[in-house]
């Protein structure tokens, strides 16, 4: 076979050695006649895989103590629904952070069960924007604030983390999660669909600090419940067992690849790749987010007009880059450029940008 590479927002490209693995495991978990996702989750096969995955992220992440790893279904946009369940109520409000059509989808649901505060909303830029931390006025009565760290669509990231003091930071990282080190003691809670930076869709991953577990209510019903899903250890139902399998692998996979700081270089490297291309383009390529708060996992760029994008998209295809199309919302190209996303790619997709601005220019 030959791998294409694959730039897709999400589901994206997994590691190859993982995927091998999971084909050479898959019919006979490791000579025991059954496969895994034949297997009870309440049996030690499943339970081995489940506790190493998150053994693996809390050491990755270097997670405090007071901090639980869990694995829910219904991926982030559930955790848009389940955080306000939790933690707002009619006489409440929360503070956001409106940076894409992601924090704008998680704020529309907040807003059905309390007050939303928009801190900030980068709508009048188009979202091309992010403002400096330093300036964001916080209610210190909010019952959270919710930012989210890269704005997938738009291909906005936070560079800085606010200090929100008192008051939980709750943070969308479903695009960004594992691609570089993070304050995690800011944090009350991180969320991440898994389709992205970890693993197949299916389950997301939930980081929650302890304190955040003793404001769940008894009123919510018990799926919605964190703190059920806490005591647990995610195991209250049956969990999205093959997700969670796959996504222990892609963990160790990184692990042997030198974890969140070696992580981070390749992204570094990866990112200006493509944005070098942009640049040295002489306006061909054109990327309206402002350059201190590109992103570094989702790079969205315009030709001059849309027949040139189209035979660029066409011709990148015939040569093995698939995925580059622009969100349905925006247009133009978007490069997605996750972990798993091999340095090489990002080397041809330049040499073809390249090429083709020459060409077209
Ligand atoms: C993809 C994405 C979501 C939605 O994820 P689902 O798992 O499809 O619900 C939410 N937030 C961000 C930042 C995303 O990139």
């Given at each position: 076979m030959s791998r294409k590479f694959n730039f897709n927002p999400g589901p994206s490209t997994l590691p190859l050695s993982v995927l091998e693995k999971v084909r050479d495991e898959f019919v006979d978990y490791k000579g025991k006649g059954f496969s895994l996702i034949e297997a009870?989750?309440?049996?030690k096969d499943y339970e081995d895989v489940h506790n190493t995955a998150i053994t693996l992220m809390k050491s990755m992440l270097k997670l405090p103590d007071n901090y639980k790893v869990l694995f829910l279904g219904g991926g982030a946009t559930f955790q848009f629904s389940m955080i306000p369940h939790n933690f707002l109520s009619k006489d409440k409000s929360c503070d956001f952070l409106v940076t894409g059509e992601w924090s704008k989808k998680a704020q529309a649901d907040a807003k059905k069960l309390g007050k939303v505060n928009l801190?900030?909303?980068g709508a009048a830029d188009k979202y091309t924007k992010l403002p400096s931390v330093s300036s964001l006025k916080f209610d210190s009565n909010a019952a959270y604030v919710h930012m989210t760290s890269n704005e997938t669509i738009h291909g906005n990231q936070w560079n800085e983390w606010p200090d929100t003091g008192k008051v939980p930071l709750i943070v969308d990282?479903?695009?960004?999660?594992?691609?570089r080190r993070i304050p995690?003691?800011?944090?009350a809670m991180i969320y991440a669909?898994?389709?992205?930076?970890?693993?197949?869709?299916?389950a997301a991953v939930v980081i929650i600090r302890d304190?955040?577990?003793?404001?769940?209510?008894?009123?919510?019903t018990a799926y919605l419940n964190y703190k059920l899903h806490a005591d647990n250890n995610s195991l209250y139902n049956t969990p999205p067992v093959f997700s969670i399998y796959v996504i222990k692998l892609v963990m160790e996979w990184l692990n042997e690849k030198g974890g969140l700081t070696a992580m981070e270089k390749e992204v570094d490297q990866k990112a200006a790749n493509i944005y070098a291309a942009i640049d040295s383009s002489g306006g061909f390529y054109t990327c309206p987010v402002a350059k201190n708060c590109r992103s570094k996992m989702n790079v969205v760029y315009k030709l001059p007009n849309e027949e040139l994008e189209k035979q660029f998209l066409d011709q990148a295809t015939a040569q093995g880059?698939?995925?580059?199309?622009?969100?349905r919302a925006l247009g133009g190209c978007r490069a997605s450029l996750y972990?798993?996303?091999?340095?090489e790619a990002t080397v041809a997709l330049a040499n073809f940008m390249n090429d083709f601005a020459k060409k077209h220019g």
């Open positions: 009870s989750h309440r049996g801190v900030y909303d990282m479903s695009s960004d999660i594992m691609s995690v003691e800011k944090m669909g898994a389709q992205k930076n970890l693993g197949p869709a299916g304190d955040m577990l003793t404001k769940c209510p008894d009123s919510v880059m698939i995925g580059l199309k622009g969100h972990n798993a996303l091999p340095l």
